[in-house]
């Protein structure tokens, strides 16, 4: 991702026209929640700039910054003060899932009231992430990146959970794990040896940690695919069904295929083709040129003619130049 994050904060990359942030920030107020707090670090200025107060989500929206960058356990820490005596929603910042997994776990939370509960998804394998292990609906145990081929369960950390307070006493014991980290999942298995509830929500829809300039197309696709079938995709002239257009996008007499997003007062040139493209605001995509499996970062220009052809495995990213 780092071609990518020299330009943004990665909460901040834009999926179906939209910050990935955005749509998180959203799925919490769906949820009932109008009080958030930001943990932030790298580029903490951009995502100040970009969320400001909350007040354009309804939400008041304070931030804490992270010094040191060591983990997701010592990030929750952070939050003691401002989350209290109250049990709180903690979301990771770089995934995403369908919006309305948000509101059914806070609902499913109030219903069972268990000492804390973690998203889980499907994975052929969770050795990128943390072994799940679940029964009769209670998390069992939890192995941090398992080695491959290890696990015997299919189900990995989501990233967003539900606390009580108890998370809090808990994160005081945690230690410094071998990555140099103070992981929130050894937390959570503190809290499963000590007897207490952990109960597992698996996520419905589609689940993505944003983890390549690949990943990030898929994600953009699979957001464009959710909102048509939630009758949330408007029907555009011209535009794939599954693809978006600012309102403010000049786009003039071209192709605009499947997983296409175009970002505010960006230009498409007569006769260009463009699919599986990502075009963030400012850019410009000449006449006649052709953009394949490409990001397109703010104010970047794709020449008259020009061939911009990246592939599955390996995505081309255009900058301004």
Avoid at 90 to 106: I, K, Y
Avoid at 144 to 167: Q, W
Avoid at 183 to 207: I, K, N
Wanted: charged share 25%.
């Amino acid at each position: 991702m780092r071609e990518l994050s020299r330009h943004f904060a990665k909460p901040l990359l834009p999926v179906a026209n939209k910050p990935i942030l955005g749509w998180t920030l959203e799925a919490l107020k769906a949820a009932g929640i109008d009080e958030v707090l930001l943990v932030v670090g790298y580029r903490r200025d951009q995502i100040r700039r970009a969320v400001g107060d909350g007040s354009p989500y309804g939400l008041r929206v304070r931030y804490v910054e992270q010094p040191k960058m060591q983990g997701t356990g010592q990030a929750a820490m952070l939050a003691r003060d401002f989350t209290g005596q109250e049990p709180f929603v903690l979301v990771f910042g770089d995934v995403l899932t369908p919006p309305h997994n948000v509101p059914a776990l806070v609902r499913q939370f109030e219903r069972t009231a268990p000492d804390a509960m973690m998203t889980t998804h499907r994975v052929e394998d969770p050795c990128r992430g943390a072994a799940v292990y679940v029964e009769n609906g209670l998390v069992t145990r939890i192995i941090e990146k398992p080695p491959r081929g290890t696990s015997t369960t299919h189900y990995d950390n989501a990233g967003i959970f539900v606390f009580t307070p108890l998370v809090h006493e808990l994160l005081d014991r945690v230690e410094l794990s071998p990555r140099g980290e103070y992981e929130l999942t050894d937390a959570l298995r503190m809290l499963t040896e000590r007897g207490r509830t952990l109960r597992a929500f698996e996520l419905d829809g589609f689940w993505a940690n944003v983890t390549s300039p690949e990943e990030l197309l898929r994600t953009n696709r699979h957001m464009l695919v959710h909102r048509r079938s939630m009758n949330e995709q408007p029907d555009v002239p011209g535009l794939h069904p599954f693809a978006a257009a600012d309102p403010t996008a000049r786009v003039g007499d071209c192709i605009i295929g499947e997983n296409v997003c175009i970002g505010r007062r960006c230009t498409i040139g007569n006769n260009a083709a463009l699919t599986w493209a990502i075009v963030c605001e400012r850019a410009v995509i000449g006449r006649d040129a052709t953009v394949e499996y490409a990001f397109v970062l703010p104010g970047a220009r794709v020449p008259d003619g020009e061939n911009v052809v990246g592939s599955q495995s390996a995505a081309r990213i255009i900058e301004k130049k």
